[in-house]
C-alpha cells in the first residue's frame, strides 16, 4: 500500500516538476517577467556603476543576489512548445539553435553567480569589472536571439 502511494506520489510530483505552464501564453509571460525584474535590478546597478546614484555595496549585492537567481529562471520557458509563436520578441534561431543558445544563457548565468559572489566579498573596483563582464551578455544575446 505505502508503495503504491509513493508511486502515484512521485508520478505526480514528475508532471507537476516537467512543466509550471498551462499554455505557452504562459510560458512567454513568465519569461517576459523575469528578464523585466533582471532589468530593473541591473539597471539600478548601472545608475550606481556610472555615479548617478550614491554606490551603496549592500544594496548592490542585493540586486547582483537576485538577478543570479533570476538568470536561473527563464530557460525552462523557453522550452515549452509552442512559445516561439504569439507575443514574443523571442527569435526563431533560439530553437534551430539552442546549443548556441544555451550556451549564452548559462555564461550569463555563470558572470551573474560570479559578480554576486565578488560583491559580497566588498571590493568596490572588483565589483565594479565584475558588472562590466556580466553586462556584456545582454547586449550579446539579444543581437543574436531577441527581436527589437
Ligand atoms: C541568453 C540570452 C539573453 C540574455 C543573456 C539576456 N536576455 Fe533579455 N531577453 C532575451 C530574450 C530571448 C527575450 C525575449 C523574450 C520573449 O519575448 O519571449 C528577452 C527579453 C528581455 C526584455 C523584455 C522583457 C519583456 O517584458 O518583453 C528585457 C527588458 C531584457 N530582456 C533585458 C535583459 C537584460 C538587462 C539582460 C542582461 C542583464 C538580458 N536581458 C540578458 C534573451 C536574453
Known sequence: MKKVLLGSVMLVAT???ATPFEKPEDAIHYRQSAFTM?????GDMAEMVKGRKDWDQAAFS??????SQLSLMPEEAF???GSDQ???????EIWTDWDGFTVKLNKFQIDMAKLAKVSVEGDERAT???FGVAAKNCKSCHSDYKFR
Request: hydrophobic share 40%; no cysteine; aromatic share 8%.
Open 15 to 17: 508532471s507537476v516538476s
Open 38 to 42: 533582471i532589468a530593473a535590478n541591473f
Open 62 to 67: 542585493q540586486r547582483a543576489q537576485f538577478i
Open 79 to 81: 522550452e515549452v512548445p
Open 86 to 92: 504569439g507575443d514574443t520578441k523571442a527569435k526563431p
Open 128 to 130: 565594479k569589472r565584475a
